[in-house]
């Protein structure tokens, strides 16, 4: 969309807190996306006055997301990103096989999608990224929508989402049965069209009949300060079937 519209487009060949706030700064960027931890990384690594310092006035957007992250966190960027440095903050969630068909969680839409973050963080948005991009969230069970605050897994529909997977037939019948791109992500919807990741269903942990998402639980462990990044992974347990470590 960048080269399309005819916009200047700086690919960063590495990930460094400074080199990457100083090509921000020098080339003026006005818009740029910056993964969870690359902005933890940046918070961790410059204070408050360091950031203070350099001059985004040409900067009017950051995107951000690819993972979860603790409500801190979300906290830090509002405060030290969005409000300190006076840009838009758009969470983004989309893959691969979308192509550019993804959802968005607006700027305008953030303060009361903070006022909602839960057990599974934030809302990654209730706006599909152009108006003619269609989601839902379906019952594994029978692929029918589900109800309000019911996980199910996320699908997409749009004109880029992919037509299948080269040389698996069958992975792509699965992947795009009724029509729309199954995701493989658990979500769910809450009451007001907030949408919000719970966990890849190949993460989730099936304990004793129950399942814990898996990222639930690292947002959790990621509130304590002294925790910068975390994995939880399945642990084999002979009865109940898996325990979370």
């Known amino acids: 969309a960048t080269l399309a519209a005819g916009c200047a487009y700086v690919v960063e060949p590495e990930f460094d807190a400074q080199a990457t706030l100083d090509r921000i700064e020098r080339h003026g960027t006005t818009s740029t996306f910056l993964i969870n ?3 933890a990384l940046i918070l961790e690594r410059r204070s408050a ?8 006035s040409a900067l009017r957007r950051v995107c951000y997301g690819a993972q979860p992250s603790s409500p801190a966190f979300y906290q830090r960027i509002q405060a030290e990103i969005g409000a300190a440095w006076g840009v838009e903050l758009i969470n983004i ?24 973050i839960g ?3 934030i809302s990654i948005g209730r706006n599909g ?5 269609e989601w839902t969230v379906l019952r594994e069970s029978d692929d029918e929508p589900a109800a309000p605050n019911e996980v199910g897994e996320l699908c997409i529909k749009g004109p880029s989402t992919m ?11 699965r992947a795009l049965r009724g029509g ?9 919807l809450d009451e007001d069209g907030f949408l919000f990741f719970v966990d ?16 639930e639980v690292e947002g959790v462990l990621l509130e304590h300060p002294g925790v910068v990044e975390a994995a939880v992974v399945p642990l084999p347990n002979p009865v109940l079937g898996a325990d979370v470590r």
């Open 37 to 39: 931890s690359v902005l």
């Open 49 to 56: 006055a360091e950031l203070a310092a350099y001059d985004f």
């Open 93 to 116: 969630y989309g893959l691969t096989e979308g192509g550019t068909t993804g959802i968005y969680l607006s700027d305008a839409d953030h303060p009361e999608a903070m006022r909602r």
């Open 119 to 121: 057990p599974y963080g």
């Open 129 to 133: 990224f152009r108006e003619w991009i």
């Open 163 to 173: 037509s299948r997977y080269v040389g698996r037939p069958e992975e792509t019948a």
């Open 180 to 188: 729309w791109l199954h995701t493989g992500d658990s979500a769910l």
């Open 200 to 215: 890849r269903n190949k993460q989730m942990i099936r304990r004793g009949g129950l399942n814990i998402s898996s990222a």
